[in-house]
């Protein structure tokens, strides 16, 4: 008998749903971010504000990151994504209706980013469980694919359009608060979850997930060796991530030249080159080892890294040949020949840490039960948010005080070597967790 061909993701209503869902509140939380960035930019011009205001977006991950981890393992996920947007729908109003000024933004970022931990966490932990498991790999990849295109909307059109016709960030926060509804209505869609015992996950935890609720996640992380590796991939990539965005307005005004909502705009090739990245990812993880794949994935994002410091410099020293004599012609504005580096140098930056994310993602996915997943992944969000806590303010005063070049190059210098030390961890025996995988 032959078997029967798969339905492709897309056409599957709940992966469609959650799709949907995923994109309308991402889409509107990219904009409130980097809107907040830009209104604190214009009323500060400080690196290190930014950078603060950046430790204020992920922060919460450590402690209502576990909370919802842990609650999008007991409780319904549906209910809990739909209360997560509804919650963020509302702050939006509340902001609209109070009056306007740097510590109001601080506050609002928090409260955001601590509502937007119980709608993500439950996304997460709906994925295993309405997607088969040999298909996880390219549901990651279209999950990270929607957040890069929800990414450049937020980033590049819907931020930057909205401040400069109405002036203010109001208008931005009534169009964010209309995403995050349409949000828990494309939730509603998902429907009933099948339910999955727990002999047919498979688990061989019994004394790790004995304890306080929020240990969880990490007993389950350090049981399998392999799971930790990968739990400290994407802490390291995310740290980078993190940093990095607390360093960007500074990069875009000191090194490219450029007003900050113009300058985004020259590093959104990235998000193409996560895309590339998440399609190329989604294909190779079960094909290809994980270590050879974040070996090269983090390889390439700390050259590339690197280089993206010295922009200016390296478009200097290209344009001295015929080749690439092309680099000293470009003169549109404040843009020119580094600009021009920073777009070429991001595409591959971002298909790195699509390679990276995808890889350790898969791992988490086929290695930790269904029932722990919620708490795994809010877990390792909360150590992404520790280990980025001081050092997205230490590079956010380095940046003011010596430069944004030197900042980034550092950042790049140290996730490199943050790598080098995982890799050389023992793998030690893992235990066999699903269906017999290692």
Same mark, same amino acid.
């Given at each position: 008998? @032959?078997?029967?061909?798969?339905?492709?993701?897309?056409?599957?209503?709940? $992966?469609?749903?959650?799709?949907?869902?995923? $994109?309308?509140?991402?889409?509107?939380?990219?904009?409130?971010?980097?809107?907040?960035?830009?209104? *604190?930019?214009?009323?500060?011009?400080?690196?290190?504000?930014?950078?603060?205001?950046?430790?204020?977006?992920?922060?919460?991950? @450590?402690?209502?990151? *576990?909370?919802?981890?842990?609650?999008?393992?007991?409780?319904?996920?549906?209910?809990? &994504?739909?209360?997560?947007?509804?919650?963020?729908?509302?702050?939006?109003?509340?902001?609209?209706?109070?009056?306007?000024?740097?510590?109001?933004?601080?506050?609002?970022?928090?409260?955001?980013?601590?509502?937007?931990?119980?709608? @993500?966490?439950?996304?997460?932990?709906?994925?295993? #469980? &309405?997607?088969?498991?040999?298909?996880?790999?390219?549901?990651?990849? &279209?999950?990270?694919?929607?957040?890069?295109?929800?990414?450049?909307?937020?980033?590049?059109?819907?931020? !930057?359009?909205?401040?400069?016709?109405?002036?203010?960030?109001?208008?931005?926060?009534?169009?964010? %608060?209309?995403?995050?509804?349409? %949000?828990?209505? =494309?939730?509603?869609?998902?429907?009933?979850?099948?339910?999955?015992?727990?002999?047919?996950?498979?688990?061989?935890?019994?004394?790790?997930?004995?304890?306080?609720?929020?240990?969880?996640?990490?007993?389950?992380?350090? %049981?399998?060796?392999?799971?930790?590796?990968?739990?400290?991939?994407?802490?390291?990539?995310?740290?980078?991530?993190?940093?990095?965005?607390?360093?960007? !307005?500074?990069?875009?005004?000191? @090194?490219?030249?450029?007003?900050?909502?113009?300058?985004?705009?020259?590093?959104?090739? #990235?998000? *193409?080159?996560?895309?590339?990245?998440?399609?190329?990812?989604?294909?190779?993880?079960?094909?290809?080892?994980?270590?050879?794949?974040?070996?090269?994935?983090?390889?390439?994002?700390?050259?590339?890294?690197?280089?993206?410091?010295?922009?200016? =410099?390296?478009?200097?020293?290209?344009?001295?040949?015929?080749?690439?004599?092309?680099?000293? /012609?470009?003169?549109?504005?404040?843009?020119?020949?580094?600009?021009?580096?920073?777009?070429?140098?991001?595409?591959?930056?971002?298909?790195?840490?699509?390679?990276?994310?995808?890889?350790?993602?898969?791992? *988490?996915?086929?290695?930790?039960?269904?029932?722990?997943?919620?708490?795994?992944?809010?877990?390792?969000?909360?150590?992404?948010?520790?280990?980025?806590?001081? !050092?997205?303010?230490? $590079?956010?005063? &380095?940046? /003011?005080?010596?430069?944004?070049?030197?900042?980034?190059?550092?950042?790049?210098?140290?996730?490199?070597?943050? %790598?080098?030390?995982?890799?050389?961890?023992?793998?030690?025996?893992? !235990?066999?967790?699903?269906?017999? =995988?290692?």
């Amino acid at each position: 008998m @032959t078997e029967q061909p798969r339905t492709p993701l897309l056409q599957q209503r709940q $992966f469609r749903m959650l799709t949907f869902t995923r $994109f309308s509140s991402r889409l509107a939380q990219n904009a409130l971010n980097f809107g907040l960035v830009l209104l *604190i930019i214009n009323e500060t011009g400080s690196s290190f504000t930014s950078s603060l205001l950046v430790l204020a977006l992920v922060v919460p991950s @450590t402690v209502a990151g *576990i909370a919802a981890g842990a609650a999008a393992d007991v409780f319904p996920k549906r209910l809990l &994504i739909v209360a997560g947007d509804l919650a963020r729908a509302a702050i939006c109003i509340v902001f609209v209706r109070a009056s306007e000024g740097v510590a109001q933004y601080y506050v609002v970022a928090v409260v955001l980013s601590a509502a937007t931990q119980f709608a @993500t966490t439950a996304e997460g932990a709906v994925m295993p #469980a &309405i997607v088969e498991r040999s298909e996880l790999a390219r549901a990651n990849a &279209i999950g990270q694919a929607v957040g890069g295109a929800a990414q450049v909307l937020g980033f590049g059109v819907l931020t !930057p359009v909205m401040l400069r016709l109405f002036g203010n960030g109001d208008p931005l926060f009534m169009v964010a %608060a209309a995403l995050f509804a349409l %949000a828990a209505f =494309q939730a509603v869609g998902i429907g009933r979850l099948r339910s999955l015992s727990r002999a047919e996950i498979g688990a061989r935890y019994p004394e790790e997930t004995e304890g306080t609720w929020w240990k969880v996640g990490w007993r389950v992380m350090r %049981a399998n060796p392999s799971v930790m590796r990968a739990a400290i991939e994407l802490t390291l990539i995310s740290t980078a991530l993190i940093v990095l965005g607390g360093l960007i !307005p500074k990069y875009i005004k000191e @090194t490219l030249g450029l007003p900050v909502d113009v300058g985004a705009l020259i590093l959104m090739p #990235a998000a *193409i080159g996560v895309v590339l990245g998440l399609r190329t990812a989604g294909f190779l993880a079960h094909r290809v080892s994980h270590a050879v794949l974040s070996t090269f994935g983090f390889v390439t994002f700390v050259i590339l890294l690197a280089l993206v410091a010295f922009v200016n =410099q390296e478009a200097e020293f290209l344009g001295g040949y015929g080749l690439f004599a092309w680099l000293n /012609d470009i003169e549109i504005g404040s843009f020119d020949g580094g600009g021009a580096m920073a777009m070429i140098l991001v595409l591959p930056l971002g298909f790195a840490y699509a390679i990276v994310t995808v890889a350790a993602q898969t791992v *988490i996915n086929d290695l930790v039960p269904l029932h722990l997943q919620g708490r795994v992944n809010s877990t390792q969000a909360a150590l992404s948010a520790l280990a980025a806590s001081l !050092p997205v303010l230490a $590079f956010g005063a &380095i940046g /003011d005080w010596v430069g944004v070049t030197p900042a980034v190059a550092l950042l790049a210098a140290l996730i490199g070597a943050g %790598a080098v030390a995982n890799r050389g961890r023992r793998s030690g025996k893992a !235990p066999a967790l699903v269906g017999g =995988q290692r």
